[in-house]
């Protein structure tokens, strides 16, 4: 059995058991209201706690993995191994300053008053960037300390910007690109590296299916060669023989990213009746 701990409550909760769910993990109670619960059909415990203590438990080795955000780990500064990013609870964390105040560059932050909750994380790039700053560490609504005459600028996480603009803040400078990230205990029993192993591939196959598209089309045969080459597919491109002659459909897989790109060189090489489908699982 392998335990999890995710958030119980924020804004890493939903997209943790959506994580699970897409890898087919059923829980046996709704999680709403229970702080710990089973899979009916893999063996994995769930904790549910607050998102900063979920590296010193996997340190610790009350649970084996976690969900966290990159943010609250980094600041926390605790011995677990980082297995997975996993793409959402995508935040930054950036200086701050009120909109009018000038700013050059980290110098400009020399000798200013900063509040945060992020103290180690701040402190370190100060170090870097050399400058002595008063960092005042406040637990929450970091934003509102500048207007409160408490601060001369923030370093906060932020996601669309709308908070700080909203309190006559600007972001001068991002620190950290931040997501969520799935951490384990440094060392674990073979038993449950192999559940975490096909925990991972689960993940993976998930993820793999989302970044491509399965496209097929039906191509001239004089052009197969042409076409087949402009496409950036696994392996080689399967053609099966249409009924009217001089004809073939053509199958591949193609990186979501590119997909666009070649869909256009595909058409104009001659490409017909290309139809492009989303694909449920992928192990490459
Ligand atoms: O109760 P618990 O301690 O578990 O939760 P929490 O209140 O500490 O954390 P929570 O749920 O707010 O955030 C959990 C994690 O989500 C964070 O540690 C980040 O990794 C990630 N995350 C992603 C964010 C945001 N986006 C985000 N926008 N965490 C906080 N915010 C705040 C931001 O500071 C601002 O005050 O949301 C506000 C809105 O942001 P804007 O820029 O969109 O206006
Ligand atoms: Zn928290």
């Not at 909203?166 to 951490?183: F, K, M, P």
């Amino acid at each position: 059995m392998l335990r999890l701990a995710i958030q119980k409550s924020g804004r890493l909760s939903e997209d943790s058991l959506q994580l699970l769910r897409d890898a087919g993990i059923y829980l046996s109670s709704s999680p709403s209201r229970l702080l710990r619960t089973q899979a009916t059909n893999f063996p994995l415990e769930l904790i549910f706690v607050r998102d900063d203590d979920i590296p010193e438990y996997v340190e610790g080795g009350v649970v084996d993995i976690g969900i966290v955000g990159e943010n609250v780990l980094l600041e926390a500064r605790k011995d677990v191994e980082t297995v997975e990013r996993l793409g959402f609870g995508k935040c930054r964390l950036s200086l701050a300053m009120p909109k009018n105040t000038p700013y050059s560059g980290p110098e400009s932050l020399q000798n200013l008053r900063i509040a945060t909750s992020y103290v180690r994380i701040l402190d370190n790039f100060l170090r870097e960037q050399n400058i002595q700053a008063d960092i005042h560490e406040i637990s929450g609504s970091v934003e509102i300390s500048p207007s409160l005459g408490l601060a001369d600028a923030i370093f906060d996480i932020v996601s669309t910007g709308s908070t700080l603009l909203a309190n006559g803040l600007r972001e001068v400078a991002t620190v950290l690109e931040s997501e969520a990230l799935l951490v384990a205990h440094p060392v674990m029993a073979a038993e449950k590296r192999d559940i975490l192993d096909r925990l991972l591939f689960r993940i993976h196959a998930n993820r793999n299916a989302k970044n491509h598209r399965y496209i097929l089309m039906n191509v001239p045969n004089d052009q197969l060669d042409h076409i087949a080459a402009l496409i950036p597919g696994m392996k080689s491109p399967t053609v099966l023989p249409l009924q009217q002659p001089g004809w073939s459909s053509l199958h591949s897989v193609i990186p979501e990213t590119v997909f666009w790109d070649v869909l256009e060189q595909l058409k104009a090489a001659g490409a017909e009746g290309i139809l492009v489908v989303p694909i449920e699982r992928m192990i490459l």
